[in-house]
C-alpha cells in the first residue's frame, strides 16, 4: 500500500492496532493463568473481555470508513507478548511473579494508550467523527486498565518486598 495521505495512515495505523488486539486476545488468558493472586487474575480476565469489545469497536471503525476489517501484523505488540510470555516460564516466587506479570501488561497498556492516542487525533483531523467516538471509548478503557494496574501493583505488590520462606511438609 502506498501511503500518500493522512488518510492512508489512519487506515494503516487501524489495521496494526487491529493485529495487536487479536494477539492480545489469544495471550491474555495465559497471563492470567500464571498469575498468583485472584485480584491480578479477575482484572486480567475482565480486561479480556475488554479486549475482545476493542476488536469489535475497530471491526465498526472499519465498517464507518466503508472499509473492509484488515489486520496488518503489529511486530510491537508480538514483541510484548513474547516477553511477557517468557516470564511465564521463569523461576520465580508467586509474588514475584504477579508483579512482573503487572509490568507486562502495563507496557501493553501503555502501547495501546499511545496508539489509541495518535488514532484520535487524526481521527478528529480527518473529521472521522463516528470512528473518533469508538476510538475514544477503548482509549478510556485503556486508560482505566492502566490506573487499575498501578493500583493493583501498590497493593499486591507488598507481597514481593521480602523473600518468602519455602514452605516445608
Ligand atoms: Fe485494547
Ligand atoms: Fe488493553
Known amino acids: 500500500m502506498s501511503l500518500q495521505t493522512l488518510e492512508d495512515a489512519f487506515v494503516e495505523e487501524l489495521r496494526d492496532v487491529l493485529s495487536a488486539e487479536k494477539q492480545l486476545i489469544k495471550a491474555l488468558p495465559k497471563m492470567a493463568k500464571g498469575a498468583g493472586s485472584d485480584e491480578l487474575r479477575t482484572a486480567i480476565e475482565q480486561h479480556l473481555e475488554e479486549t475482545r469489545t476493542h476488536v469489535e469497536r475497530l471491526e465498526a471503525v472499519f465498517e464507518s470508513l466503508e ?24 523461576k520465580a516466587a508467586e509474588e514475584v511473579l504477579d508483579a512482573l506479570i503487572i509490568a507486562a501488561a502495563q507496557k501493553v497498556e501503555h502501547y495501546e494508550i499511545a496508539t489509541y492516542g495518535t ?50 511438609e
Open 67 to 90: 472499509l473492509t476489517p484488515r489486520a496488518k501484523k503489529c511486530e510491537a505488540m508480538e514483541g510484548l507478548l513474547k516477553e511477557g510470555a517468557s516470564l511465564l516460564e521463569e
Open 119 to 168: 488514532l484520535c487525533t487524526w481521527a478528529k483531523l480527518l473529521s472521522h467523527d463516528a470512528a473518533l467516538d469508538l476510538l475514544k471509548q477503548t482509549l478510556n478503557e485503556e486508560e482505566e486498565t492502566d490506573q487499575k494496574l498501578t493500583d493493583l501493583s501498590l497493593h499486591i505488590n507488598q507481597h514481593a518486598l521480602e523473600p518468602v520462606e519455602e514452605e516445608e
